[in-house]
């Protein structure tokens, strides 16, 4: 236990332990960025499908209007 604390034991082991640190800390930092890409992915394509079903409720209600108007003439 005694050798454990010298200085050429701990400082290997200590730069060891700071860079498997900061390459974990680089695999999170990717993972994360890719998960808020995901995310706006899903945003976007959600936006979208929001305007298309808009649309077609427009296009429903124009139809439906055409209906009605042959109806009553």
Request: net charge positive.
């Amino acid at each position: 236990m005694e050798n454990f604390f010298q200085p050429t034991v701990l400082l290997p082991v200590f730069m060891t332990i700071v860079i498997l640190g900061l390459v974990a800390l680089g695999i999170l930092r990717k993972m994360r960025d890719k998960e808020l890409e995901c995310h706006q992915e899903m945003r976007i394509r959600e936006i979208e499908h929001q305007v298309k079903m808009k649309q077609l409720e427009i296009d429903l209600e124009k139809a439906r209007g055409r209906i009605a108007g042959d109806k009553v003439a």
